[in-house]
T-cell receptor, first 114, second 113 residues
Framework: DAGVTQSPTHLIKTRGQQVTLRCSPKSGHDTVSWYQQALGQGPQFIFQYYEEEERQRGNFPDRFSGHQFPNYSSELNVNALLLGDSALYLC?????????????FGNGTRLTVT | GDSVTQMEGPVTLSEEAFLTINCTYTATGYPSLFWYVQYPGEGLQLLLKATKADDKGSNKGFEATYRKETTSFHLEKGSVQVSDSAVYFCALSDLQAGTALIFGKGTTLSVSS
């Protein structure tokens, strides 16, 4: 049973560029959430997708956008990259139906903006 | 808003020592509480959880009790191993409302043999 998978594992981009990160949820899960983890900090919630719609959003600017596909996989897009966007981006999945199961996390994508 | 406060690290212990990592929370509703662990180079793994007051979560020798009166969820283990070296995160969420996890800043544990 595959867990949450993310790609790529590492990425280096230049300030001002755009980036797309990808996530496949754990089998049987229908909801995907994205978190940003800066170095030495706890993860911070970016947004959550369910039924292909953004359901909740944290305190992140519109430069951060996402998408969920019919197979429940998801993308995180960040436009106009800033140096401060350098972080580990974590995808997490769970099952909303039946009481909202705990999150399962992927290993993350390490984004470096130079 | 809701928040989680963890003790500052790093915590350095010898193998077989007793571990406590303190966690307190502030919440307006009735959150579920979690401990996640992050090993080097990996994502977060759920270690244990508790969904209501006085519940005790336990896993792999780790325990934490949901204390509503002190708004705390301290993590304990009676005898740590070198393999327990990792970063530990306390978190809360209102599962029924489907709210996002709110994490503490994490506590690094280093265990030496």
């Amino acid at each position: 049973d595959a867990g949450v998978t993310q790609s790529p594992t590492h990425l280096i981009k230049t300030r001002g560029q755009q980036v797309t990160l990808r996530c496949s949820p754990k089998s049987g899960h229908d909801t995907v959430s994205w978190y940003q983890q800066a170095l030495g900090q706890g993860p911070q919630f970016i947004f959550q997708y369910y039924e292909e719609e953004e359901r909740q959003r944290g305190n992140f600017p519109d430069r951060f956008s996402g998408h969920q596909f019919p197979n429940y996989s998801s993308e995180l897009n960040v436009n106009a990259l800033l140096l401060g966007d350098s972080a580990l981006y974590l995808c997490a999945s769970n099952l909303i139906m039946g009481g909202n199961s705990p999150l399962h996390f992927g290993n993350g994508t390490r984004l470096t903006v130079t | 808003g809701d928040s989680v406060t963890q003790m500052e690290g790093p915590v350095t212990l010898s193998e077989e020592a007793f571990l406590t990592i303190n966690c307190t929370y502030t919440a307006t509703g009735y959150p579920s509480l979690f401990w996640y662990v992050q090993y080097p180079g990996e994502g977060l793994q759920l270690l244990l959880k508790a969904t209501k007051a006085d519940d005790k979560g336990s896993n792999k020798g780790f325990e934490a009790t949901y204390r509503k009166e002190t708004t705390s969820f301290h993590l304990e283990k009676g005898s740590v191993q070198v393999s327990d070296s990792a970063v530990y995160f306390c978190a809360l969420s209102d599962l029924q409302a489907g709210t996002a996890l709110i994490f503490g800043k994490g506590t690094t544990l280093s265990v030496s043999s």
